[in-house]
């Protein structure tokens, strides 16, 4: 009895690892599936903090950002249905044997301001994903010890079938999302998202101005209530922030006119209206393959007296390369190369925005064809945010994805049932 009690507990153990192992890779690579060029990015800067960048060929961060997710996937899809369990387990613990002294060394030094690993969906600091990988490195472990107590979910026969599906469902989709943009956008300049909004500290900002004085060489701050007398001589203002408030969204974005230099960031903002932004990080790396489509955007701007502005982190070499290039017209202006790859993950990408709100955003593979002769955005569906909720876009891609591994699985419960059952039949046969 107590044998018996001892291996439902050890069964429950191993199972709950099992469970919390290929959720957490499974999210993991999801978040990574979907935005891969933020992944990208991401390994950009972990090359070049490690002073290894300039080494990489300029394709290797995506590959290996897209390789990253089909790995964590493939291994989280396998430990979820108990396919191959012990070759999956081994490799399960190499992957946390890896990472988590990797943690450890990122969350002492700081390299990057956080790990990436679950993308802009939810971000960690460098030691909570250390802790995060410790769980995993523990499960790992009892995966390694019981192979054969982690339940199946699906028979022997179907598993190629259920890992092939998993291996192609990943790969269709990080390729869409690479082609176009991000299906699930996660950061704070989002189809709808008021970017004066964000910009704003949330919660109860006020502030207090005190006046520095001095008095016989000491010095004192006072307020309002408590201004001292004319025996003290003012020296200096203070304004402290008082009561709590959460640090806004976004806190990085500057928009700054070429070559005047000129700080625009408030003025476009709060202007009314629509307007047009062509994102380009890097103009030296951007596609020029659309020029023309750039150009008829921009008389299409014209023809309706909306604002068309390029937004880019270039040098004055760059900007005039781009011209030259293409001929443009548009007015330049500077912003930090991050808050570019933030608002729109394509190099160049289009973001039309009415007011502060962001109305829709495209790649530079699905500029919207739009010249002279077109409508105005008012009466055009461009026109108006576009919105689905990160709980629709989530429920879609999970239906697209459980669906099919559902109707497999209940094809294969139907047909091992149908073996017991012929076994089970045979067997009474021979007894009687």
Same mark, same amino acid.
């Given at each position: 009895?107590a044998?018996?009690?001892?291996?439902?507990?050890?069964?429950?153990?191993?199972?709950?690892?099992?469970?919390?192992?290929?959720?957490?890779?499974?999210?993991?690579?999801?978040?990574?599936?979907?935005?891969?060029?933020?992944?990208?990015?991401?390994?950009?800067?972990?090359?070049?903090?490690?002073?290894?960048?300039?080494?990489?060929?300029? &394709?290797?961060? $995506?590959?290996?950002? *897209? @390789?990253? %997710?089909?790995?964590?996937? !493939?291994?989280? /899809?396998?430990?979820?249905?108990?396919?191959?369990?012990?070759?999956?387990?081994?490799l399960?613990?190499?992957?946390?044997?890896?990472?988590?002294?990797?943690?450890?060394?990122?969350?002492?030094?700081?390299?990057?301001?956080?790990?990436?690993?679950?993308?802009?969906?939810?971000?960690?600091?460098?030691?909570?994903?250390?802790?995060?990988?410790?769980?995993?490195?523990?499960?790992?472990?009892?995966?390694?010890?019981?192979?054969?107590?982690?339940?199946?979910?699906?028979?022997?026969?179907?598993?190629?079938?259920?890992?092939? &599906?998993?291996? $192609?469902?990943?790969? *269709? @989709?990080? %390729?869409?999302?690479?082609? !176009?943009?991000? /299906?699930?956008?996660?950061?704070?300049?989002?189809?709808?998202?008021?970017?004066?909004?964000?910009?704003?500290?949330?919660?109860?900002?006020?502030?207090?101005?005190?006046?520095?004085?001095?008095?016989?060489?000491?010095?004192?701050l006072?307020?309002?209530?408590?201004?001292?007398?004319?025996?003290?001589?003012?020296?200096?203002?203070?304004?402290?922030?008082?009561?709590?408030?959460?640090?806004?969204?976004?806190?990085?974005?500057?928009?700054?006119?070429?070559?005047?230099?000129?700080?625009?960031?408030?003025?476009?903002?709060?202007?009314?209206g629509?307007?047009?932004?062509?994102?380009?990080?890097?103009?030296e790396?951007?596609?020029?393959?659309?020029?023309?489509?750039?150009?008829?955007?921009?008389?299409?701007?014209?023809?309706?007296?909306?604002?068309?502005?390029?937004?880019?982190?270039?040098?004055?070499?760059?900007?005039?390369?781009?011209?030259?290039?293409?001929?443009?017209?548009?007015?330049?202006?500077?912003?930090?190369?991050?808050?570019?790859?933030?608002?729109?993950?394509?190099?160049?990408g289009?973001?039309?925005?009415?007011?502060?709100?962001?109305?829709?955003?495209?790649?530079?593979?699905?500029?919207?064809?739009?010249?002279?002769?077109?409508?105005?955005?008012?009466?055009l569906?461009?026109?108006?945010p576009?919105?689905?909720?990160?709980?629709?876009?989530?429920v879609?891609?999970?239906?697209?994805?459980?669906?099919?591994?559902?109707?497999?699985?209940?094809?294969?419960?139907?047909?091992?049932?149908?073996?017991?059952?012929?076994?089970?039949?045979?067997?009474?046969?021979?007894?009687?």
């Amino acid at each position: 009895m107590a044998d018996k009690v001892k291996k439902s507990i050890l069964w429950v153990l191993v199972n709950v690892c099992r469970l919390l192992v290929a959720c957490t890779f499974i999210f993991s690579a999801i978040v990574k599936i979907i935005d891969p060029r933020g992944t990208e990015y991401k390994l950009q800067d972990y090359a070049e903090a490690f002073g290894v960048g300039y080494l990489l060929p300029s &394709y290797v961060p $995506l590959v290996l950002a *897209v @390789l990253l %997710g089909l790995v964590e996937f !493939r291994i989280g /899809v396998n430990t979820l249905f108990g396919i191959r369990r012990r070759s999956t387990s081994w490799l399960t613990l190499a992957f946390m044997l890896v990472m988590t002294p990797l943690t450890l060394y990122i969350a002492i030094a700081e390299p990057v301001s956080d790990c990436g690993c679950f993308g802009d969906a939810l971000v960690l600091t460098g030691w909570q994903t250390f802790f995060k990988n410790l769980v995993l490195l523990g499960a790992a472990i009892v995966l390694v010890c019981y192979p054969r107590l982690q339940s199946r979910l699906i028979s022997e026969a179907l598993q190629w079938t259920i890992s092939m &599906y998993a291996l $192609l469902y990943a790969l *269709v @989709l990080a %390729g869409y999302c690479i082609y !176009r943009l991000p /299906v699930i956008d996660f950061r704070p300049y989002h189809i709808g998202s008021d970017i004066v909004e964000a910009m704003t500290p949330k919660g109860d900002v006020q502030f207090e101005t005190k006046f520095l004085m001095e008095k016989n060489g000491e010095l004192r701050l006072f307020s309002t209530e408590d201004y001292p007398d004319s025996t003290w001589t003012f020296v200096d203002t203070k304004t402290e922030q008082i009561g709590d408030a959460e640090a806004p969204e976004i806190d990085n974005l500057q928009i700054v006119t070429y070559p005047d230099g000129d700080d625009i960031t408030e003025d476009i903002l709060t202007a009314e209206g629509y307007k047009f932004f062509l994102v380009a990080p890097y103009l030296e790396f951007a596609d020029d393959g659309n020029m023309d489509a750039y150009e008829r955007l921009y008389d299409y701007a014209q023809h309706y007296d909306y604002p068309f502005y390029c937004l880019t982190a270039s040098g004055k070499e760059g900007i005039q390369r781009w011209t030259d290039q293409t001929g443009a017209e548009y007015p330049f202006c500077h912003t930090d190369a991050v808050t570019l790859k933030t608002i729109v993950r394509s190099n160049p990408g289009l973001v039309l925005m009415n007011g502060s709100v962001v109305v829709a955003k495209w790649p530079c593979t699905d500029l919207p064809d739009l010249d002279e002769d077109s409508e105005p955005l008012d009466k055009l569906p461009i026109g108006k945010p576009q919105l689905q909720s990160h709980m629709q876009r989530t429920v879609t891609l999970f239906l697209w994805f459980v669906v099919p591994l559902v109707v497999i699985t209940f094809i294969d419960r139907i047909w091992l049932g149908q073996r017991m059952y012929r076994a089970y039949l045979k067997r009474k046969k021979k007894t009687e």
